[in-house]
């Protein structure tokens, strides 16, 4: 048996031999924990959506694989996820009190449009004839599950970007705070009235609001709360232009496109338009908010590709002058 060999075989016996690699008992004690926990909460409260409890919820989650670097997790906190935190908390706050600066809500430009895609009707209109049957059907769980993940996916891939690849967090933490901001602004601007408060003013044949409708039975079903109570504090009925729910899907899919395989780039191409026929059918936006939102998402990325692209030329150039 040669050197080579020997030498190979000490390092896997030392790997396993308790010095090198440890089972993380404790992670995984976390882990179970935390997720009882959450459980627990939602069966008791239901799921944690607004933007403070789920920061808290990930904040938590992301302690348990960094619970042997108490520092590390505590920095990212403070430099990574606070900003993040206030400035998503003040657009849910202001946003609610958008209406109040501009009281001149706009409902023609979008029922015209949609009228000229559906042929006289809005596209809402359509698809509850065809598919709304007084009472959720099991499709509309379906469709109620998308629309709730427009409060998870954004959040939830930051916190798995921000365990993997620290870089790739920020970039795409500061492309969605484009768009949420460049979109706040326009609730200010123009206050746009979506399909159901359309109906509701009888501009439009009735629209119901299949989303409400759907978790509203499920929790009278289950007898327990399937989302927190929102209240109307936050809420904004007249900023719908643009669709934030159409537009951050677009954006998980412009940004990771080029980061994923195939079989995941399916999902992604397939999200924005799910999104979409769930915001039209469930009468939450016309499809010039979708359009617009989807426009937003396309901007902001095309702009800050060309913003990082300078960067990584100028970061390039500055270590080759550096090296010997």
Not at 18 to 38: I, M, T
Not at 109 to 136: E, F, H, M, Y
Not at 185 to 191: D, E, K, M
Not at 205 to 215: D, I, K, M, N, S
Request: contains cysteine; charged residues 15%.
């Amino acid at each position: 048996m040669d050197a080579e060999t020997v030498d190979h075989d000490d390092a896997v016996a030392a790997t396993f031999d308790g010095r090198r690699w440890r089972f993380p008992w404790l992670e995984v004690g976390a882990g179970v924990v935390y997720s009882a926990a959450l459980l627990a909460y939602t069966a008791r409260y239901g799921a944690p959506l607004k933007t403070i409890k789920m920061f808290v919820a990930i904040m938590l989650g992301l302690l348990v694989p960094t619970l042997r670097r108490p520092r590390h997790w505590l920095r990212g906190v403070v430099r990574d996820w606070v900003p993040l935190l206030v400035i998503l908390a003040s657009y849910d706050y202001l946003r609610g009190r958008a209406d109040n600066v501009n009281t001149v809500v706009h409902y023609d430009p979008q029922l015209a449009i949609d009228k000229l895609l559906s042929g006289g009707s809005t596209l809402s209109n359509v698809l509850q004839d065809q598919l709304w049957r007084g009472t959720p059907s099991w499709y509309d769980h379906i469709v109620s599950t998308v629309y709730l993940s427009h409060f998870v996916v954004t959040l939830v891939t930051l916190a798995v970007l921000w365990l993997t690849n620290e870089r790739t967090f920020r970039r795409y933490r500061n492309l969605v705070l484009c768009v949420v901001l460049a979109a706040f602004a326009t609730y200010f601007i123009y206050p746009a009235a979506p399909p159901w408060l359309a109906s509701y003013t009888h501009r439009t044949p009735e629209v119901v609001r299949t989303v409400g409708a759907t978790l509203h039975a499920a929790a009278l079903q289950s007898h327990g709360p399937v989302l927190p109570g929102q209240g109307n504090a936050l809420s904004n009925p007249v900023a719908a232009l643009p669709s934030l729910h159409a537009a951050l899907p677009m954006l998980l899919a412009l940004f990771f496109w080029n980061r994923v395989r195939r079989p995941v780039r399916a999902l992604l191409a397939a999200y924005p338009p799910a999104m979409a026929f769930v915001l039209i059918y469930g009468g939450e936006h016309f499809a010039f908010d979708i359009l617009m939102g989807w426009a937003y998402a396309i901007i902001a990325f095309v702009v800050l590709r060309r913003v990082w692209a300078r960067a990584d030329r100028t970061t390039s150039d500055v270590r080759a002058e550096a090296a010997p």
